[in-house]
């Protein structure tokens, strides 16, 4: 993989894998009896430390997806006052002929691409700004990571806000600076209040990934650049040959952490515009909501989930794959 | 940094042109800089002159960047007063760091016990048990809220703190795991083996020897439970419906759903106020929350 | 190897961490849920004269909160025994709707008397959430027959009539001379008004977000949603009231594009700001705006807003109905609540205080009207008063409704287009739910 070489240059910046001692299969081999009393011991001990975690996620992840197929084999409208029948297949055959799923379904791919890329790009360029080092550095990295850790219901609500049209900043400025747009209600029409969202979104969730390519940055050894310098390599050229190359683990993870996030959209479509105008940003997570906690309906929203994860499960095999964690243990 | 400046030294040499030249990137750098900064807080000073303005002024539409007048009138509201949808946003606040709490609590525990385990004991498969924690943190949150929705009904935990605290461990438990587990394999192990040798079991030398050295590690990981408890909406939106226990987010929302007049003053008071725990952790832990959530990201 | 006698805890010691954790646990679980409704469930009768605390769940807005907070006081001087806790509930109906629904699918026994808005009974009803009232003998003849008819579901009583409502036209009486009896008029007076006052931001304020208000306003301004009109709402008159909407806005320019994201509280602060000569909503702005030191006091009309068709207008039946949890134990105890609610003295208290028009019929006493003359006005609106369809399914097809306008008042589809693609939903809706 193209990975495996940066990866293994970039190594101090990836901290050693939990569990990187002898591995379990290459343990010593117990050479008598009480020897292998005692690894039994250890693998008891051990394994009664780990439970609860896995007790608790096995409970609250696998325990819903379970319930989610079968519930999505059924027709179970809570409200309906019935009780469950078997539906066979006819929640899949809803999703995929409904007006609902299938325009949810493209929007929220649209969204998650042109918010990542977006978010990328100006992640990039704020690691690298922050990469450089300058009096006030420290505080300037504090000052743009804020927005990362407030509540996605409170970025929502800023930007909510600032995109008020009475007393909001946006139309305010564009009125000051003699702009066109400065009467517009964002949040009536199509793509003013995917405008909305994308900047809500955007605004929280950059830092994040500046922060990790920050990481991923600050480990690739100084001397490397020197030494481009001395051979008289452009700064696009030392950024294009040298950097970016060496970037491309930490810039993987930020990719696919956010690719993942950005397709689960909720909070910020919740509080902006509830799906709406009409059902234009109706998003996979937001539909799924309203199938269960506003419908009900947990033969649909099952059938819904199911298609969640397994989108997610995609996402995920990628990291899995791009990382081979079996590998690292 | 010794590169930067080395580099530095040397276009000094080069004489009045490059520096000219220098002065102008440095300009073009430190523009560049500000508008990241400024994209970064100016919502956050809009929120502050909002919630200080009188629903008078903003019956005005905005006129200026400055409030006209200071008011803490919202304030005074939102936490002294019930709203009329029942909300009472002191209490919500409290209702939000109990939960919050609490999780850090449980995902301390349970990450310190799981780390320990994956990082110092043989047990088989902690490939499989490591990837699967990693990928809980993958699963869609509004996948689950049916079902479990659902399974706290037949338990009777709707509308009861415990139902979050259990359901936000899916946010914590994966990078506190990891992170712990991470933490632990890098203290020495003599350390432990010495304790054991002086008959020490185990459990003591996990919690006399262990826990004491990996405090950095463990607070870091506090940190990032509370912060990821503290910004849930989902699942309070899910399984809480009694105002009086809304966490702050849901309190925000709650505000804002006023069917005779949107008081925005009101809610950018409590988005102050929501806001205000979660910025003073990020100035003054940040180097820790980085190093937890890349630690957490760059495997 | 040292490293052997790491080994050594013993599976018991390995317990006992376990043991501290189940622990843990428990002492959030007993600390939470403390603090939980008692879900009592299918237990027995508690009886009326037992010292009890019944719980309320009701929409607590403004001077309607304060006439109910009124309202439990005087009734638990009545009834000494009874102690009433008020629920607050969302005043966003659409939210209001869902916190009910979660309550009762988690099976609890509080609230045990519930407000609910006159389109949610028979969806509370079919799965046996709400009390059959029957049991209690309701006098029908107290109540307006329409809304006496919301609270029922397969020919037995559900829900009571708490207070009446209907969606009308205000008017400013120092702009618009003589209120208008058809749309072109009113077209023509909001124009007028907008270009002789330039203080005026709009012509017409309505609310037109994606939530329940717009099926009310869709109806006020011509919407048929009678049973017989959802087996295909794709008809002339819906179109006509679909176009109309959106034209205030796109063509006539008399409604601000911002009406789309309009709920009840923005048509009332344009209301009572003094920018709009006209606004739809619901009575309660009546008193609102004739109160002491309202700026518009004495400048406030009301009336029906004119039918597109020409024909008699439509006023969209609102108004809120109570109902008793089927789970409570406190059946009896909430009865005498509900009949003490609707008994006349307290209708004529709470439409003075808080300007909710009595259900009852024989509340509208020559004190009332003397007292706040403008239920006269009212009054004429209420006759004109046309109910949404009373369906077990209603916030299925509202909520495709909903959509269906806010996605023509935005501009992204036609009213004929948009209609076109609702009703084979909303009939299918219709037709699942028998």
């Not at chain 3, 000494?80 to 209001?96: E, F, G, H, T, W």
Request: include cysteine; charged fraction near 10%.
């Amino acid at each position: 993989m193209t990975t495996q070489k940066p990866a293994a240059t970039a190594g101090p910046a990836l901290p050693a894998r939990p569990g990187a001692g002898p591995r379990p299969g290459h343990a010593r081999v117990p050479r008598n009896r009480q020897q292998f009393n005692l690894l039994a011991q250890d693998r008891r001990f051990g394994y009664m430390l780990v439970a609860p975690a896995v007790i608790v996620l096995l409970a609250i992840t696998v325990y819903p997806l379970i319930y989610n197929l079968w519930n999505s084999f059924h027709n179970d409208v809570v409200t309906s006052g019935v009780p469950a029948t078997w539906a066979g297949l006819a929640n899949y055959q809803r999703i995929f002929t409904d007006d609902l799923f299938t325009p949810s379904l493209l929007r929220t791919l649209g969204f998650t691409v042109v918010s990542v890329t977006i978010e990328t790009l100006i992640g990039l360029g704020l690691a690298l700004a922050l990469n450089r080092a300058f009096r006030g550095r420290g505080l300037v990295r504090a000052a743009v990571f804020i927005p990362w850790a407030v509540p996605t219901v409170v970025s929502a609500q800023l930007w909510k806000d600032m995109f008020d049209p009475q007393n909001g900043f946006v139309n305010y400025a564009l009125g000051l600076l003699h702009l066109p747009g400065a009467h517009t209600t964002w949040l009536a029409g199509t793509w003013t209040s995917w405008a909305a969202i994308l900047v809500a979104d955007a605004w929280r969730n950059t830092p994040f990934i500046a922060i990790v390519l920050l990481a991923g940055l600050q480990v690739i050894p100084h001397d490397i650049y020197e030494a481009a310098t001395v051979d008289g390599a452009s700064p696009w050229q030392t950024f294009r040959r040298l950097t970016l190359p060496l970037l491309k683990p930490a810039l993987l993870v930020a990719l696919i952490f956010r690719t993942l996030s950005s397709f689960l959209i909720f909070d910020v479509v919740y509080n902006m515009t509830g799906g709406g105008p009409g059902s234009s940003t109706t998003v996979l997570s937001y539909l799924d909501y309203q199938a269960f906690l506003t419908q009900f309906d947990f033969g649909y929203g099952g059938a819904v989930s199911v298609a969640l994860v397994a989108f997610a499960l995609v996402i995920a095999a990628m990291y899995v794959r791009v990382f081979r964690i079996e590998e690292a243990l | 940094m010794s590169a930067v400046t080395s580099f530095a030294d040397r276009v000094r040499l080069d004489g009045w042109r490059a520096t000219q030249g220098r002065i102008a990137k440095r300009t073009g750098f430190y523009l560049l800089i500000s508008v990241f900064v400024i994209a970064s807080l100016f919502p956050f000073y809009w929120m502050v002159i909002t919630s200080l303005k009188t629903s008078a002024d903003l019956s005005k539409g905005t006129t200026s960047l400055l409030p006209a007048h200071i008011s803490f009138g919202s304030y005074k509201f939102d936490i002294a007063e019930t709203s009329k949808t029942g909300v009472n946003f002191g209490q919500a606040l409290l209702n939000s760091l109990i939960v919050a709490a609490s999780t850090t609590v449980v995902t301390v525990v349970l990450a310190v016990l799981a780390g320990y385990a994956l990082s110092r004991t043989r047990i088989r498969a902690k490939a499989l048990i490591l990837g699967f924690i990693l990928l809980t943190s993958f699963f869609p949150v509004l996948a689950m809220v049916g079902p479990l929705f659902l399974a706290y009904r037949h338990l009777g935990l709707l509308d009861n703190y415990l139902a979050l605290i259990i359901t936000y461990l899916v946010y914590t438990l994966p990078i506190g795991t990891w992170f712990l587990a991470n933490f632990f394999s890098q203290i020495p192990r003599q350390l432990e083996e010495a304790a054991v040798v002086d008959g020490a079991t185990r459990l003591q030398a996990l919690r006399r020897i262990i826990l004491p050295v990996a405090v950095p590690g463990i607070f870091t990981v506090a940190i990032l439970a509370f912060i990821l408890a503290w910004n849930d909406f989902a699942f309070a939106l899910s399984f809480i419906s009694s105002p009086g226990k809304y966490t702050a987010p849901l309190a925000i929302v709650a505000l804002g759903h006023s069917q005779y007049q949107v008081f925005y003053n009101r809610i950018d008071a409590a988005v102050v106020l929501t806001t205000l725990p979660v910025a003073l952790i990020v100035i003054f832990a940040q180097r820790r929350i980085i190093s937890g959530l890349t630690a957490g990201a760059l495997k | 190897m040292i490293r052997k006698k790491e080994t050594t805890g013993s599976a018991f010691r390995g317990a006992r961490g376990t043991l501290v954790l189940a622990a843990v646990f428990a002492l959030a679980v007993a600390g939470c849920s403390s603090s939980s409704s008692a879900g009592s469930s299918g237990g027995t009768q508690v009886s009326a004269t037992a010292k009890q605390t019944i719980v309320f769940a009701t929409q607590g807005l403004g001077s309607e909160g304060t006439a109910t907070q009124a309202a439990v006081k005087a009734f638990e001087k009545a009834y000494p025994n009874i102690k009433v806790d008020i629920l607050s509930l969302s005043p966003v109906s659409d939210v209001a709707l869902q916190q009910l629904q979660q309550r009762f699918i988690a099976g609890s026994g509080t609230p045990d008397v519930i407000t609910t808005d006159v389109v949610w009974p028979a969806t509370f009803a079919r799965p046996g959430w709400i009390a059959n009232l029957t049991k209690f003998h309701p006098d029908a003849s107290e109540f307006f027959p329409g809304q006496f008819a919301s609270g029922q579901y397969k020919g037995q009583q559900y829900a009571i009539p708490w207070f009446i409502n209907a969606e009308g036209l205000y008017y400013r009486t120092d702009l618009v001379k003589t209120p208008p009896t058809t749309i072109s008029e009113l077209v023509s007076d909001a124009k007028a008004a907008m270009s002789k006052d330039k203080s005026l931001k709009e012509g017409l304020a309505f609310e037109g977000d994606k939530y329940e208000g717009a099926v009310t306003a869709f109806q006020s301004f011509g919407g048929q949603l009678s049973s017989t009109s959802l087996a295909n709402i794709n008809n002339p008159a819906n179109v006509a009231a679909l176009k109309l909407m959106s034209d205030s806005i796109h063509t006539y320019h008399i409604a601000p594009q911002a009406v789309s994201t309009w709920e009840e509280g923005q048509v009332q602060a344009a209301w009572q700001s003094g920018q709009t000569p006209f606004a739809l909503n619901w009575p309660y702005l009546f008193q609102l705006s004739e109160a002491k030191g309202s700026n518009l006091a004495g400048k406030t009309g009301w009336v029906p807003f004119p039918s597109a068709s020409g024909g008699a207008p439509q006023a969209s039946l609102g108004g809120d109905d109570l109902a008793i949890n089927a789970k409570s134990t406190h059946q009896a105890a909430a009865w005498k609540f509900i009949q003490f609610l609707s008994s006349t003295s307290a209708q004529v208290a709470r439409a003075i205080s808080a300007g909710d028009p009595p259900a009852v019929q024989t509340a509208y006493t020559p004190a009332l009207l003397s007292a706040a003359p403008y239920y006269k006005q009212e009054q004429v609106v209420f006759k004109y008063a046309t109910p949404r369809p009373v369906s077990p399914v209603y916030t299925e097809i509202s909520a495709q409704l909903q959509t269906m306008i806010s996605s023509v008042l935005s501009g992204e589809e036609t009213p004929s287009a948009a209609l076109a693609a609702t009703a084979p939903t909303v009939k299918q809706l219709q037709q699942t739910a028998g």
